[in-house]
């Protein structure tokens, strides 16, 4: 099959891709962003409590942010292998403290941590909204639920000191400390701004009905195509939102494959290290895999065969060659915008790629009709992770680390080309469903 990189197909591609960004201010916002896709698409959503159905279909699940979502197909064994897609919805920033509320020199402000690992920087002098996942009480006040709140206006700012008072500030480059210089202001006044009070009436409840907080400021600019051919996509959250979008998009399409057992797992807290009860490294995959396996009418043994065929592909976006800082990158791996999906391979096992996988991947990128490219990182540099090296060694599936490729990694607002999104995307759905399964 020959990739299709019409122009009506790249505006589909874009626009999808920009409404997904735009909708997903958070990891929360992102599962329920792709979850709205998923039921357009005829999948259903199960809760984990549940018993689940033992017809084929097509189902997910979300996990705090978290999301997993499959496809069984008409197979009887319930041994047969999985394809799977791997992601994560967090994105690196700025979380809002427990106890937030500040006031310093008459400016009313919020505690904040940072989040993974952002270029600090890039969030200065930002117009800032501020989303999540709220805990509520419930109706009887009994227990207590969850309810997601976007607050899609300029409330917040963090500003940077004037130039007259950081002279320095162009040849030694902005030093911000976290605990100090990235607060946010959000209004003048000599008491505290109460942000629970302010939470309550976005979302008309009593005060003491908001009983806890998974917030976070996040840019307002909204996703959009510049340069001039409209070729690149400017956004925040496109590691890994824009691997979370091809995904889902590949899912769907691989409808076509009625055979198949097709999978994305799109994990939270990646850029934390993954280690919680919706992360890669927690039993979430794992339990969903051997409930798929149960409700085919398989038991354990069904379920190591089928992982033992298994493949995996973790997907995260990749480094493009930079060219301000070219001597940044390995020289005969140079990473191309718009030159198709990235393998990244690193022998530290950074990335769970090898010869394997990466035949796999190569060969459902042959099947797409799109080109591959190469990434290793500098030998004199350390490299960065993802979830596949966790993933991997969780089920033991052969696994290959992948991406798209990228500018401005980790800053507020990262680069992306719209032609690489959508053999993202045709690369994907190959991978899930390969020819001949």
């Known amino acids: 099959m020959s990739a299709d990189h019409s122009p009506s197909r790249l505006d589909d591609t874009a626009a999808g891709l920009c409404a997904f960004l735009d909708a997903s201010p958070t990891p929360f916002h992102a599962c329920a962003t792709a979850a709205a896709l998923l039921e357009s698409a005829g999948f259903t959503r199960l809760v984990e409590r549940d018993r689940w159905p033992t017809a084929p279909g097509e189902y997910y699940l979300i996990r705090g942010g978290s999301l997993i979502a499959w496809r069984t197909g008409r197979s009887a064994d319930p041994a047969a292998p999985l394809r799977i897609v791997g992601a994560h919805t967090d994105s690196p920033g700025l979380r809002i403290k427990p106890n937030p509320d500040l006031v310093r020199e008459g400016w009313q402000q919020l505690g904040v941590e940072v989040y993974g690992g952002p270029l600090l920087a890039s969030w200065v002098d930002r117009d800032l909204g501020l989303a999540g996942r709220i805990a509520v009480r419930s109706p009887d006040g009994t227990g207590a639920g969850t309810r997601l709140l976007t607050v899609d206006e300029p409330l917040l700012r963090v500003s940077e000191l004037a130039i007259h008072l950081n002279r320095g500030v162009n040849t030694e480059g902005l030093v911000l400390n976290p605990q100090l210089h990235l607060a ?3 209004g003048l006044g000599d008491q505290p701004g109460d942000l629970r009070g302010f939470l309550a009436d976005r979302l008309e409840l009593a005060r003491g009905d908001v009983l806890g907080w998974d917030l976070m400021p996040y840019d307002l600019t909204p996703a959009r195509r510049i340069g001039r051919d409209r070729a690149l ?19 769907i399409r691989a409808a076509d494959d009625p055979s198949g057992r097709h999978l994305i797992a799109l994990f939270d807290h990646e850029e934390v290290g993954s280690v919680s009860e919706r992360g890669a490294q927690s039993t979430l995959l794992a339990s969903t895999l051997e409930r798929i396996v149960l409700a085919a009418g398989g038991d354990r043994e069904d379920l190591l065969r089928a992982l033992a065929g298994t493949v995996i592909a973790s997907g995260d976006m990749a480094h493009a060659t930079h060219p301000n800082y070219p001597d940044k990158h390995e020289p005969h791996h140079r990473i191309a915008m718009n030159g198709g999906p990235v393998l990244k391979i690193n022998n530290q096992l950074r990335y769970a790629t090898d010869a394997v996988g990466a035949a796999a991947f190569e060969l459902a990128c042959e099947q797409a009709g799109v080109p591959v490219q190469r990434f290793v990182v500098r030998s004199d540099l350390p490299c960065g992770s993802t979830v596949g090296p966790i993933t991997s060694a969780l089920t033991g599936a052969s696994t290959v680390d992948f991406g798209a490729p990228t500018l401005s990694m980790h800053s507020i607002r990262e680069l992306c080309g719209v032609a690489d999104q959508a053999m993202y995307a045709d690369a994907l759905t190959a991978f899930l469903a390969p020819a001949g399964s």
């Open 184 to 186: 946010p202001h959000w």
């Open 233 to 251: 996509i400017a956004s925040a959250r496109l590691d890994n939102q824009a691997t979370c979008y091809a995904a889902v998009q590949a899912l």
